[in-house]
């Protein structure tokens, strides 16, 4: 498996439930990251968190980090149609290689 | 809008051909990353330029190259193409290149190979 892998690949929500998200990677890092992508197009970044920090919150995002378990989550409270899109996580390599890594995402739908 | 441009937007070619796919950073952004993104694939790292040196080197095929112009855009050239190349190609362009810096992605050039 690659450094950062989301869980789960998929999912369905409806409209104001909250969407969990996992990512769990391999190396040490430095700090974690969390992009989202709507259908085709760019990425967006929408939260950082270091490797000293446990959890920080932006909106109605949640991010965890638990370095010992090298797991992270992402959440998102009263989800929202809009907020249909893939979400990656990204993390660098200790080492301070420069690399990002990002995982192949959780794909994430809300009904309306 | 991110800032940061990438043409072409769609690019169709033949087997064994050359391309070159362009990017332009953010106003001020020195760093420059490139990334491949198969159909339901994560995105893989290829390269990593900052201020026209090659910072970080991911899985970047031999038959790829990349460089970063003295004005700071950036341009992939992939040669000798390959069914398995068709792909979305991602430009993203950071401030200072460091881990913790935020990445701003282009719209990104989706290219065909047939």
């Known amino acids: 498996s690659q450094q950062g892998e989301e869980d789960p690949q998929a999912l369905s929500i409806q409209e104001g439930e909250n969407a969990t998200m996992n990512c769990s990677y391999k190396?040490?890092?430095?700090?974690l990251q969390w992009y989202r992508q709507n259908s085709g197009r760019g990425l967006v970044h929408l939260i950082l968190i270091r490797s000293n920090e446990r959890e920080k919150h932006s909106g109605r995002l949640r991010v965890t980090l638990d370095t010992s378990k090298k797991s992270s989550s992402l959440l998102i409270t009263a989800s929202r149609a809009a907020d249909t899109a893939s979400y990656f996580c990204a993390t660098d390599e200790k080492a301070g290689t420069y690399k990002y890594i990002f995982g192949t995402g959780t794909r994430l739908k809300v009904l309306a | 809008d991110s800032g940061v441009t990438q043409t072409p937007k769609h690019l169709i070619t033949a087997t064994g051909q050359r391309v070159t796919l362009r990017c332009s950073p953010r106003s001020g952004d020195l760093s420059v990353y490139w990334y491949q993104q198969s159909l339901d694939q994560g995105l893989q790292f290829l390269i990593q330029y900052y201020n026209g040196e090659e910072r970080a080197k991911g899985n970047i095929l031999e038959r790829f190259s990349a460089q970063q112009f003295p004005d700071l855009h950036s341009e992939l050239n992939l040669s000798s193409l390959e069914l398995g190349d068709s792909a979305l190609y991602f430009c993203a362009s950071s401030v200072d290149g460091t881990s913790d810096d935020t990445q701003y992605f282009g719209p990104g050039t989706r290219l065909t190979v047939l």
């Open positions: 190396t040490s890092i430095n700090n």
